[in-house]
Every structure is written in C-alpha cells, then in structure tokens.
Nanobody, 122 residues
C-alpha cells in the first residue's frame, strides 16, 4: 500500500502559476497527475516514470511540467500560464507499472491521493 498526500493547490488569476507536490510513502515506477472538473470526466494530465520519461495531454503541453524525485518519492507538477479551463480537482496517482509498457498506457492507477483544488479566475 502506498499513501499519497498532495499539497500546493489554490486560487490564482489567469496567467498565474502554481506548483503541486505529492509525497508518496513508497516507491512506484509510474506516477501521474489527473484532474476532474465539475460535471466532467477525470482526465490524465501527465505521466512520468522513474526514468524521467514524461507525457502530457495536448491542452497542457508547454505550460505544465511534471517531475519526479525518486530519492524522496515525491512527484511535482508545475502549472504555468494557467487558464480558467484548468480549474479542477487535481489528483496524484501511483502505480507499479507494467513491464515494457509506458505509464501513459495504464488503464488506471492503483494508488490515489485525496486531491487538491486548483481554481483559476479570469
């Protein structure tokens, strides 16, 4: 069992920045950030593996950066140039991964954090 605790959400104006962090109680190969806005389905924002390979959804490419500190079992998400449509509850997730497959191919993740709210005003 891996416990995940997120920090860093908040309210900002459009164009602003935030940094989210997620402390994991143990090591997993895959970690990711997901988000869910009211009335919408959850979507994967970014995945990263322990080798540093990261993938992003198109809507955040060039604005968000995911990173992973393997020594600290901590995941980060830097959110820049925020837009009102980025408003959502952001969740950290972790998974051992499947050998030979990228983290972005996982249908779901095993471990989830409690979420942190990001609100962007126009």
């Amino acid at each position: 069992q891996v416990r995940l605790v997120e920090h860093g959400g908040g309210s900002v104006q459009a164009g602003g920045s935030l940094r989210l962090s997620c402390a994991a109680s143990g090591y997993t190969y895959c970690m990711g950030w997901f988000r869910q806005a009211p009335g919408k389905e959850r979507e994967a924002v970014a995945h990263i593996d322990s080798d540093g390979r990261a993938t992003y959804i198109d809507s955040v490419k060039g604005r968000f950066t995911v990173s992973k500190d393997n020594a600290k079992n901590t995941l980060y998400l830097h959110l820049n140039s925020l837009k009102p449509e980025d408003t959502a509850m952001y969740y950290c997730a972790a998974d051992p991964g499947i050998y030979g497959q990228g983290c972005q191919t996982l249908l779901t993740y095993t471990y989830w954090g409690q979420g942190t709210q990001v609100t962007v005003s126009s």
